[in-house]
């Protein structure tokens, strides 16, 4: 069967990644499958840069069509931070918790009306074969002043949906899935998958 690695160790994103892909007629590995694989440093200074640095990487180490996304939270007041540094916020090797404390004292002087964010997913696929495609998704949002819900990860217990209410942290997975950034972005993945194993690229 054809397959696509996961450029990533990160089980959450793993599994929301697995799930989206599921209807293909694909098996979905990740860097789980391959532990010897290399470190990959996102020093780029755009999501597409980190997410293609990846792809690349990962494709030629395993000789298979790799899947790698960038993705962050770019906060309006904060001019677009923290971005591509959302996982490192505060500090290399810092937790969800440590980076939403950060995040929460950035804004403490900030009112709820000029709170708007958005969470940017940016995926690259590199196949066996050297093709390449770049894909973008986004959500739109709002930072509130507390943690709510216990699901998702990262910055999702503090990034609230105003249509429906609830944060991140609050949806299934389900709905998660349909209205997050990642979600939109693997959307778009599927149909050039789709192309790619009918040419034979994957």
Known sequence: MAAIVIASRNEHK????????????????????YPDAPEVDEDGAAFQDNALKKARVIA????????????????DSLGGQPGVR?????????SDAENNRKLLRCLAEV?????????RCVIA???RTGAESLVEGTCQGVIIEEERGSGGFGYDPLFLLPHLGKTFAELSMEEKNELSHRGKALQQVLPIVQEWLEQGLI
């Open 14 to 33: 793993i599994e929301e990644i697995r799930r989206l892909l599921a209807g293909l007629d694909v098996d979905v590995l990740s860097l789980k499958d």
């Open 125 to 127: 696929l590199v196949s």
């Open 111 to 119: 009112p709820s009306e000029e709170r708007q964010a958005q969470f």
């Open 86 to 94: 959302s996982a490192r916020f505060a500090g290399e090797t810092a």
């Open 60 to 75: 030629r180490f395993t000789g298979l069509t790799a899947l790698a996304d960038d993705s962050g939270l770019e906060v």
